[in-house]
């Protein structure tokens, strides 16, 4: 219900300011069609007609009249924000009054009140990521058009917002890419991309190589399947995190990479069970091992990919030397910049 | 007829050429069997997985992860060199292992080593059952010995030794494990020393730090191997030091010794060939589990067997022995001693006492890591904080 007022609240306030910012058509385009998509829930609020702008109303806010678009006060309280969090967010706000982009803030909170969060997580949101502040209000509808696509449904879609906002600000084209390259390179079914946005959205913004790498390093080098990648949330946990627990767990003899038919001579713990537990968890359930030796193998890993990468970039600088010589220059400075590293 | 023949012998000798059959009746080479599935450190580590975690049970994970990860290293001090390499190795955090002991122990060090229970020697595990674990016996080390390592869980590296300005090297970089049988075999002055597999010549150099040896005699059956020797010995010890009176390196068959010099050393080192866990495990190249070598690793608790009774028999009653490999394996440790211990009683008539050299696993349990529990000798198990060894060693005396 709170979300509801205040959803009509916005609405009754962008009416109000509507003549002045927007033309009426590009406020059909913009405002009704995310209202249209969240239906009941303007349903429900136009039929209880707190939709008409009264008159009291006008003359009990004077800022109504000036053709402005940033919030205020009191207006924020209207919303159906406490005096705290009204007063935070303005705060947040004012710093971005006078650029381009203070004229979004509006629409934010429309956008976001439409998806039906409730103030207190709209707040929270706005307060993990300001940058949502930016967003224009069609890039808005494109993005969580795009997601509603992508098959998050009503709920999943809210949780992924506020668990991680900042996938409103990645572009459409980000976004679908991203799912391309997870259906056709790593081969994850439709069901199985929209479980690994709803559980790891972060993936959206993570550099494609090192994702591709991480899938490969698990579907290869430990013989996971996708279906079990996407059950143990794997996205969630950094390559780092994975490949030392793993490299710590093969070399005590405890994991086998299963062979051509899936066979290991031992039963391999599950991914879940090596991901999910923190620290001690793992050391003492699953590695038996002394947090002592798991501290010291980790910095021993640390070097041993550094260097790893660094014989690795060797090895790339010395092929392109034999295709190019113009960049020799600058091969060169990059090899001395590791030998350097390496002596230190 | 006698050209038919030699057509005939001809025809026999070329069938052999494979141009000469028709490619139909050619026998296709059966590459796919003959080509190793297997590298030869997958197969070392699958050996190792077999027998060790029968053997060290709990403790094998640890040994295994710590095995397959980077080693540490001991920089062996050359107290040759004339720069002052100690302090600035100190001042990088490194400590000299064999002062670094357990204070407890120390001041037993002075006394002379007890020869306890002379009628027991013939047994194998006298003094193992020692109930009472807090008197040790007191044991004697090699003196002027000095070995630097980071201390446990630091993985600093150390940087490739400098001459000084005579060409002397600062130090020499080994498993510090490796210092310990050059330690505990207790050189005294004057004596005279021989070490049967010196190659490649870590071990030689640590007992060429006491600077107490009367002539020390160093021998490998390899020859290659023998001029490494002589080429490390060059770099870390002065010319004097290497004369004809006091070195001798040879290359003979170690496993002769006994019929060529008998009873003439007080100190003998019997440093094995073996499977040398580590290495197997990380090199491919030469390694002694490949499939072609499968007859020496079959051989090498025989050929140990071997060198272990030459050292014995080489050694003057009352000297003493010095057993290591370095392998975790018990057929390769344990049994060679206990079967060495048997033969030279019967068939020699050569009577041995073992030397617990647990005080000395008590002395340096803050650097190494120990086998608990072992009936014979001692070994140093490698951890990942303290990734020394494995180092197997086992103490011998001579008694008549």
Known sequence: MGTRVAASQVLRWTLRNATSVFSPLQFGRCLLQPLCTGGRLLCSSTSHGPLQPTLHDRELNPLSRQPVTELSLPSLVDMGFTDSQAEQMYEATSKLRGTSTSKHALSTLTALFVLGLNPSSVQKILEKCPELYTVTESQFQQRIGNMRKLGLVEGSLQRVVSHYPQILTVPVKTVKNVVLFLKEKCLFTFQQVTDLLRDSPAVVLEDRGQLEYKFQYVYFRMGIKQAEMVKSRLFRYTLEEVRCRHCFLERRGLYQTPDKKGQTMIINPKLDSILHFDQDTFLTNVANASAEEYEVFQRLMAREWLEEEQLQGNIEADSDDDEEEDEEDEETGGKSGYRKKRKR | ?400
């Open chain 2, 1 to 400: 007829m006698a050209l038919l023949m030699d057509t005939r012998l001809l025809l026999r000798k070329v069938k052999d050429l494979r141009c000469l059959t028709q490619r139909r009746h050619r026998v296709k080479e059966k590459w796919a069997v003959t080509r190793t599935k297997y590298p030869a450190t997958t197969l070392a580590l699958q050996n190792f997985d077999a027998t060790y975690s029968v053997q060290l049970g709990q403790l094998w994970p640890s040994v295994r992860a710590a095995l397959l990860s980077e080693r540490k290293y001991g920089a062996l001090l050359n107290n040759y060199c004339h720069d002052d390499v100690q302090a600035e190795l100190q001042a990088k955090g490194c400590k000299d292992f064999p002062t670094d002991k357990e204070i407890e122990v120390q001041p037993c060090l002075e006394q002379e080593p007890e020869v306890a229970g002379e009628e027991e020697s013939c047994r194998v595990s006298v003094e193992k059952s020692d109930p009472d674990a807090q008197q040790l016996p007191p044991l004697q080390l090699s003196p002027n010995i000095k070995c630097l390592v980071f201390p446990r869980g630091d993985i600093t590296r150390f940087k490739p030794a400098r001459p000084d300005m005579f060409g002397c090297l600062g130090y020499y970089l080994m498993d510090a494990a490796s210092v310990l049988p050059c330690l505990a075999l207790n050189v005294q002055e004057g004596h005279n020393v021989l070490d049967l597999c010196a190659a490649p010549g870590g071990k030689t150099l640590a007992l060429l730090q006491t600077k107490s040896i009367g002539f020390l005699c160093v021998n490998d059956t390899s020859v290659s191997r023998t001029s490494r020797l002589r080429k490390v010995l060059q770099s870390y010890v002065p010319k004097p030091f290497l004369s004809e009176g006091k070195l001798r390196i040879t290359s003979f068959d170690g496993t002769k010794w006994g019929e060529i010099e008998r009873n003439t050393f007080d100190r003998v080192l019997v440093d094995v060939p073996c499977t040398t866990d580590r290495h197997s495990l990380m090199e491919d190249d030469n390694n002694i589990f490949s499939k072609n070598r499968t007859g020496e690793r079959r051989r090498l608790p025989q050929l140990q067997l071997a060198l272990l009774l030459a050292g014995i028999e080489a050694a003057c009653p009352g000297g003493e022995i010095l057993y290591s490999t370095c392998t975790l394996s018990q057929v390769q440790n344990l049994s060679v001693v206990e079967q060495a211990i048997h033969t030279a009683r019967e068939d020699h008539g050569i009577h041995l006492q073992v030397v617990d050299l647990r005080p000395l696993a008590h002395m340096f349990r803050k650097t190494f890591q120990f086998a608990p529990n072992l009936p014979l000798g001692v070994m140093v198990v490698p951890h990942i904080a303290a990734n020394f060894g494995p180092i197997y060693m086992c103490k011998l005396r001579r008694l008549a």
